[in-house]
């Protein structure tokens, strides 16, 4: 019979007390929130200094450099999700793997402290290759450790797993906030630091200093248990109830067969899960499901891209000032934030077409203005320069459509191949870091006004192509 906390009380049949196995039930719970506790503060730490110095780098770093450098970054990011992230992680553990990904992050942020081409572009293929190994990492770490809480509360495996991702997703938002607003005000009493470039010297040793302490702690994370360690403690642990010998004999005996099977695959399995990855990936293709989703997965990092990129650069700091980037971009996180967490809610009753209602609905009107009002007769390109609110008005409508065409495709992938999630995410990060690497490509090569023509063209091949799968192959409400 179990207590109102899940706990059973017939641990007392293994010769304890009550009381005792309770406490250290509940110990053990604690020990997983701790590890979530410890992760979530390692990666605000790492993208408290990451997520901003990736949005200066096309306005703080001049010329071309800071649009090449961030196209590399993600160049590398798509070989490294698609054929090494997982290998890796396998390879090292999630805790290694973690702590060698984060340092990745850290590298790349130390080299902006001496911005030029023999620096910056290695350190993003560095960060590029060292990404892929953090959130492979990140995401079997989480699930791990939310399964062993349900397991030590007495409950079923995934009840948890909403509290534990939501838990790690807020430290990340909030990372990104804090850090956009730190800048800002650095930048604002940048005369008192002896000016731009000193305050931009200031910025960069903070951020690599705060790095550093992500990396650190870390290095505090315990060891979780997988899926499939935790099903052969299981049936252990029945075994040495059962009172014959020879369950006991056959569960240590397939205990000691999965460990030598795991020693085999640290040997053998890096370039068999290469290949096999690599297969699994091109196979899913012939379904049109995914091929029709291809535009959406490519329009949503070319998207990003530009508003990091683009209109960090030629709108925010053009017609305000370095500091407002910040200050502009912080709002855009916590939009996009407050917006996916409502626009979830909504979908479960409303349906998921909402996502693409939304997000047409808001990015439609910032192309038109950009692109047919902004600079003209009617609205002429000084404007912005005296209504600094017409730009959060701007960035509102961006981070709207932002957060359902970055919501929808993963919850796509999750219903659409519940039995094949492997390869189906990873073509997902693929495609939607080639449409990053395209946006920073082209980024200082063409017009403003080209990249808004290319923007709401890739727009509409996506939405037509998202209603096509909607009503000729697959109900993205009924999925």
Partial sequence: MKDEDGYDEDDEEEG????????ARRREARTHLLNLAILSSGFFCIFFAFGTTQLLESSLIPGRLGYWCLASL????????????SPVAKALRERKALVLGAAAYVVFVAANLYPDWVTLIPASAVLGMG????????????TAAGANYAEAKGKPPKSEMGLFNGIFAAARTWASVMGNVVASLIFIFGDRLGGEAKATKVLFYLFTAVGIAGVLVMLLLGDEKTFAAAAVVVEEKKSEDDTDDDAKAKAKTKRKSEDDLGEEKKVVFNMELVGKKARDLVALHRDPRLFLLIPLFFYSG????????????????????????????????????????????????VGRRLFLAVGVACHVPFYLFFGLLWPSEWVPEEVISQHPLSVYAAITLLSVGDSCFTTLPPILMSVFFTDNTEPAFANHKFYQSLGSVFGFILGPLITFPLKILLLSTGLFTATALMILLDRRFASIDKA
């Fill in 16 to 23: 304890l007390p009550l009381l005792p196995a309770i406490a």
């Fill in 74 to 85: 993600y160049g590398t990011m798509c070989v490294s999700s698609l054929f090494l992230a």
């Fill in 131 to 142: 990404a892929g190994i953090l959130w492979t990492a990140a995401g079997s770490y989480i």
């Fill in 302 to 349: 070319y998207e990003q891209a530009f508003a990091t990129g683009d209109f960090a650069k030629e709108v925010v700091k053009k017609h305000l000032d370095l500091s407002s980037i910040g200050f502009v971009f912080a709002w855009y996180c916590l939009v996009m934030t407050l917006c996916s967490a409502l626009l979830g809610r909504l979908s479960d009753t």
